[in-house]
Structures are given as structure tokens and as C-alpha cells.
């Protein structure tokens, strides 16, 4: 049987967003008090697993959460921009429920296709940086383990492509909670099972 490599791929944790915007790319969203409790969880959890490299999106959130995990294996965190959040066309605008982004008609083409979607980075596209990243990380690994710090979208859209599954969905429905793992076990270049655990679940 072919070598086990293990690649973690951690969603960050809480970020400190009083205002409520999609922060998206925007520099200077960190962690909230919360969330640094979480990165704190997720680092308990990977604690004594044969990890050689951490790995986080550029993105202060990240970083962040990424920085306890590197602590408990004495490695120092590095960056790799295919790990980066989404692009999204509603950044710096708050976009809940009720909020104008979504109402006002100036922006209503931005939404016309949600298969792609016309609102932000193309799905194929961040399964593909995505998949780039894991190749390189799990290469690092090559029989041990690695861990890979990123968003909620990107880990998402990664988790689909990987198993097979269409791209498109419902948000609603993502299986990705804040400083959760998913893990992709490999056995040389197969992917042979994926892992879920929310180790900072409430």
C-alpha cells in the first residue's frame, strides 16, 4: 500500500467585523477575541500529529489562526496566495438580509448567474488555485502531514471538486465551520477518504 499523506485544510477563526460588511480580500480583518480562542482549539487538536509545514492564505485571519498550529510544531508559518479568499464583487458592502447591496438595482446584473458566479470569482477558478495549493503542500508532506489555512468558500469549493460534486450550491448548506478541519487523506497521488471535525464548535 502506498504512503499516507494527510493535508489539513482549516477554515480560520471569528473575525472582528463590528460593522458587518463582506470583508472579503480587505486588509485589516483580524481575529476577534473569540476567534483566537478558536485558533487556540484547532491548534490543541493538531497537537502531536507528524505535521512538517503550515501553510495560510496572506490574509490577516488567517495568519492568525495559522500561527498557534506552527507554535505547537515549532515551524514557521508560510504564505501561499492560492489559499486566498474569494474575489468577490460585494466586498466592503454589508449584503445580509435587508441590507442594500442586494436590493439596489444598479447592482442586480452582478447577480444574474449564480452557476458561476457572477458576483465574484468563478468557482472552477478557486477549485483550481486551491487544488495547485493542496498539490504543493501534500508534495511537502510526502508521507506526513501538512496543514493549509484558508476561507470558507475556497474550502468549500475545494471539498466538491475533490469529491466529485457540482460546484455550484447553496451557502447554507456548507459543511465548514469557523476553525474546522477537513482533512484529505492521500495514498500517493489518490485521494482516498475526506475528514470533517470542528474541533472550536461551541
Not at 75 to 85: G, N, P, R
Not at 183 to 198: C, I, P, Q, S
Amino acid at each position: 500500500m502506498a504512503e499516507q499523506t494527510r493535508v489539513h485544510v482549516v477554515r480560520h477563526g471569528e473575525v472582528y467585523n463590528p460593522s458587518g460588511v463582506l470583508y472579503g480580500r480587505l486588509p485589516g480583518f483580524h481575529l476577534s477575541d473569540r476567534g483566537r480562542d478558536q485558533a487556540a482549539a484547532v491548534a490543541d487538536a493538531l497537537a502531536g500529529r507528524d505535521i512538517v509545514a503550515v501553510v495560510a492564505s496572506p490574509l490577516q485571519r488567517a495568519q492568525e489562526t495559522a500561527a498557534p498550529i506552527a507554535a505547537k510544531h515549532d515551524v514557521a508559518v508560510d504564505t501561499d496566495h492560492d489559499l486566498i479568499e474569494s474575489a468577490n464583487f460585494f466586498e466592503g458592502r454589508r449584503v445580509g438580509p435587508g441590507d442594500g447591496a442586494w436590493r439596489d438595482p444598479r447592482f442586480w446584473w452582478q447577480l444574474r448567474n449564480p452557476f458561476t458566479p457572477s458576483w465574484g470569482e468563478p468557482y472552477a477558478e478557486i477549485a483550481a488555485r486551491m487544488t495547485t495549493a493542496v498539490d504543493k503542500a501534500r508534495a511537502r508532506a510526502a508521507g506526513g502531514e501538512v496543514v493549509c489555512v484558508s476561507h470558507q468558500l475556497p474550502v468549500w469549493t475545494l471539498r466538491l471538486h475533490l469529491t466529485g460534486k457540482r460546484l455550484w450550491h447553496d451557502p447554507r448548506r456548507r459543511e465548514c465551520g469557523l476553525c474546522s478541519i477537513t482533512t484529505l487523506v492521500y495514498e500517493g497521488d489518490r485521494l482516498v477518504t475526506v475528514e470533517y471535525a470542528e474541533p472550536a464548535a461551541p
